[in-house]
């Protein structure tokens, strides 16, 4: 069945330091993939997305291009803050007609001062 | 995109008893999600929720214990039954962001049970 692999955490990260979270997924159809966040305390929030081979999602610095060779869409950002500090989950959305998701099991970020 | 008001935020309850959490959307969405978040754990789908019909859940998740109501387009409850201490985690509802092929997510309700 289709699933999400995402990397352990936590990381732990200087301010301004480059962050890649990676994230791989199995589906049998042409899936949507997500990255959502979730700070300390709230819901989930969606990130970004891509909804199909070679696009690239991007919001409030962070960046991630759906491969469809490699089945990734890699979490970027160039210089984290401090408030970038949350746990980032990857989702896949099978599509055809279903609207289920499958989550990664997250990462958890700590960005330092 | 939709935004989801859910209620309560936060709660602590006795073993034994029961919690009513509410999801209100401020538009009409044909499907409502319930989540299961243990700590340190990723989400766990509990159940989909369709206005006028019974819900369905997930396996590992059944009625009596995880009661849900859909009244309407815009609002659901989930009831956490005879709770137990292994219950404790955070719920969230989500519904689809039709504009945005994502979801909106409520901002959750972390529940401790003693």
């Known amino acids: 069945g289709d699933s999400v692999t995402q990397m352990e955490g936590p990381v732990t990260l200087s301010e301004e330091a480059f962050l890649t979270i990676n994230c791989t997924y199995t589906?049998?159809?042409?899936?949507?993939l997500f990255w959502y966040v979730q700070y300390p305390g709230e819901g989930l929030q969606l990130l970004l997305k891509a909804t199909k081979a070679d696009d690239k999602g991007s919001n409030k610095g962070f960046e991630a291009t759906y491969r469809k060779e490699t089945t990734s869409f890699h979490l970027e950002k160039g210089s984290v803050q401090v408030s970038d500090s949350a746990v980032y989950f990857c989702?896949?959305?099978?599509?055809?007609?279903?609207?289920?998701?499958?989550f990664g099991t997250g990462t958890r970020l700590k960005v330092l001062a | 995109s939709a935004v989801i008001s859910q209620k309560p935020s936060r709660d602590i309850c006795q073993r034994g008893t029961s919690l009513t959490i509410q999801c209100q959307v401020d538009?009409?969405?044909?499907?409502m999600f319930w989540y299961r978040q243990q700590p340190g754990q990723s989400l766990t789908l509990i159940a989909t929720?369709?206005?006028?019909?019974?819900?369905?859940?997930e396996s590992g998740f059944v009625i009596d214990k995880f009661p849900i109501s859909r009244p309407n387009l815009t609002f659901s409850t989930l009831t956490v039954s005879n709770m137990s201490p292994e219950d404790s985690s955070i719920y969230l509802c989500?519904?689809?962001?039709?504009?945005?092929?994502?979801?909106?997510f409520g901002s959750g309700t972390r529940l401790t049970v003693v």
């Open positions: 989702a896949l959305s099978p599509g055809s007609g279903t609207y289920k998701y499958i």
């Open positions: 538009s009409q969405v044909t499907m």
């Open positions: 589906a049998t159809g042409y899936p949507s």
């Open positions: 929720a369709n206005q006028g019909s019974e819900a369905t859940y």
């Open positions: 989500s519904a689809p962001d039709e504009g945005n092929y994502g979801y909106t």
